[in-house]
């Protein structure tokens, strides 16, 4: 058995580019009522950059969940997200050679973090 599947890994990554990909949905969207130069635009690129860094370091089978179809993700605000995205990578064994790009992952999701608690979500 696959030591990163049975311990969770591929299915927290997973979960953490559904939270990705549903923050940053929501930041395009305040980013397209705002002005041009809204810093909400390099958030939103950001947030868009995280999850395809998360996407990045799953297996090439494996297949991520409808991402669209989690309604109770739409209650949750961008910071909350990417909070909650931050937290799923604690328990990630990053030391392993296939994950060590999580490490960048980790890094991004704190300055997205401080940058969206900065522009008030």
Not at 31 to 42: C, G, I, Q, V, Y
Not at 66 to 94: G, H, I, Y
């Amino acid at each position: 058995m696959d030591t990163l599947n049975a311990d969770g890994t591929w299915g927290r990554l997973g979960s953490i580019a559904l939270l990705l990909h549903q923050a940053a949905n929501q930041v395009w969207s305040d980013a397209d009522r705002a002005t041009a130069d809204s810093p909400l635009h390099d958030l939103g690129l950001g947030v868009y950059l995280a999850h395809s860094q998360a996407s990045a370091l799953l297996p090439d089978d494996y297949v991520l969940p409808d991402l669209d179809a989690d309604e109770e993700l739409e209650e949750r605000t961008p910071l909350q997200l990417l909070t909650e995205a931050e937290e799923l990578t604690r328990p990630l064994p990053l030391h392993r050679p296939d994950l060590v790009h999580g490490s960048q992952l980790v890094l991004d999701l704190c300055d997205l973090i401080r940058e969206a608690r900065g522009l008030g979500y």
